[in-house]
């Protein structure tokens, strides 16, 4: 089981990016997916989950900002990125979550994204 | 949210001994409680979940307990590569969230 990251860099505020995550051996459309983010120096937090059915649900600091969407025909996580504030600035990386479940059994190296003027 | 309480924030051990790490839920999450650890380079590591089940693959030498909102990861026989950073995680319910962290470093 692999997943990783891609997509990361340094933007201004007000602006977007979109992430990837490539994952491989595993049933990528059977499995929950999400991403969580570390500032820098902090701890883990959590921002989104995608489901093996496509739903999706967000932490509040993220919502109506942050769209979580899934390829399985491609086997990609993506998580794109809107109106960034500085606070967004954080390593961020995507997990797998085992069967009916919530805890992440897999995890990226994370990519960061650094959002200043 | 349920937020989550961790200490200590820093422990300090020697190879050999053990060690407890504690995470209280500020309600209740039943057993769901996951246990990482993060190492510079590696990628963070799923050790226990449902607050006491050990994923495949870790040292019988971790463990996790529970009673009622508090639950502690148990280090046994510290090895050096166990020194790193620890985090909680409750799996219960939206928002998914994780404690402070405790770094655990080498006396």
């Known amino acids: 089981v692999q997943v990783g990251e891609s997509g990361g860099g340094i933007v201004q505020p007000g602006q977007s990016l979109t992430l990837s995550c490539s994952a491989s051996g595993f049933m990528f459309s059977n499995h929950g997916m999400h991403w969580i983010r570390q500032a820098p120096g902090q701890g883990l937090d959590w921002v989104a989950h995608i489901s093996s059915s496509d739903g999706t649900v967000y932490a509040d600091a993220v919502k109506g900002r942050f769209t979580i969407s899934r390829d399985n025909a491609k086997n990609t996580l993506y998580l794109q990125l809107n109106s960034l504030k500085s606070e967004d600035t954080a390593i961020y990386y995507c997990?797998?979550?085992?069967?009916?479940?919530?805890?992440?059994?897999?995890w990226g190296q994370g990519v960061m994204v650094t959002v200043s003027s | 949210d349920v937020q989550m309480t961790q200490s200590p924030f820093n422990l300090a051990a020697s190879p050999g001994e053990s060690v407890s790490i504690n995470c209280k839920a500020s309600k209740s999450i039943s057993k769901y409680l996951a246990w990482y650890q993060q190492k510079p380079g590696k990628t963070i590591k799923l050790l226990i979940y449902d607050g006491s089940t050990l994923q495949s693959g870790i040292p019988s030498r971790f463990s996790g307990s529970r009673s009622g909102t508090d639950f502690t990861l148990t280090i046994r026989r510290l090895e050096p590569e166990d020194f790193g950073l620890y985090y909680c995680?409750?799996?219960?319910?939206?928002?998914?969230?994780f404690g402070s962290g405790t770094k655990l470093e080498i006396k």
């Open positions: 995680q409750q799996h219960n319910e939206y928002p998914f969230t």
């Open positions: 997990a797998r979550s085992d069967y009916a479940s919530y805890y992440f059994d897999y």
